[in-house]
């Protein structure tokens, strides 16, 4: 790579671009990153941290049965009267996805509590991410881009 050229140029360093430049390297291209404030997060680093989702090891080890479809019947719920305003090849995107995301986010070391229940979904399907500053959670490190970006490089490399 040179100064000006690599093989996937990422912009922004919020969720979904951290996400693409780690799959991005993972597949051994030369990745640039850029950001245009001074640290990475984004609006990312504003979010709660919530995350719903069925078929997960949580709601697996609760014993709780879900399933895409009931998770995409129950998204109507929040939308009311704009339900029909919905995407739905977007939502069935989304519901389908959203296991296997979580469980790439557990593979980077993000640690989840719950499932918990979110009405109007009918099952329990929000995780929380467990953060430094939840109760039990001293000893664990809490998830830096950086490191992130680091780790996922080593691992295959
Ligand atoms: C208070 C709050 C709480 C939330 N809680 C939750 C929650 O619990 N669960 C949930 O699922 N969602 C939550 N959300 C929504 C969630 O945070 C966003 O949907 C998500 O972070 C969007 O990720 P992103 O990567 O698309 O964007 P961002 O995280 O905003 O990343 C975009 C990045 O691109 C950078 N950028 C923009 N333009 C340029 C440019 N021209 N050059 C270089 N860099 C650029 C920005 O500075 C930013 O860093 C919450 C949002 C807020 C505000």
């Known amino acids: 790579m040179t100064k000006d050229r690599c093989d996937v140029l990422v912009i922004g360093a919020g969720a979904a671009g951290l996400a693409a430049a780690i799959e991005a390297r993972t597949l051994r291209a030369n990745v640039v990153l850029i950001e245009k404030n001074d640290a990475p997060g984004g609006t990312t680093g504003w979010s709660i941290g919530s995350f719903t989702a069925t078929q997960t090891p949580h709601q697996i080890s609760a014993g709780i049965k879900d399933s895409t479809d ?3 019947d129950d998204m109507r719920r929040f939308a009311g009267k704009d339900a029909d305003r919905d995407n739905p090849g977007l939502r069935r995107l989304f519901v389908e996805n959203l296991s296997d995301t979580l469980r790439w986010l557990m593979s ?3 640690e989840f509590f719950g ?3 979110e009405p109007p979904h009918t099952k ?3 995780h929380n991410v467990l953060s430094a500053g939840h109760e039990g959670a001293e000893r664990r490190r809490p998830l830096r881009p950086k490191s992130t970006l680091r780790a ?3 691992r295959n490399h």
Do not use: D, L, S
Request: charged residues 15%; glycine residues 6%; hydrophobic residues 55%.
């Open 115 to 117: 499932p918990m229940p």
């Open 108 to 110: 980077m070391g993000v």
């Open 152 to 154: 996922a490089a080593e």
């Open 124 to 126: 329990p399907r929000m």
């Open 70 to 72: 009931a998770h995409f």
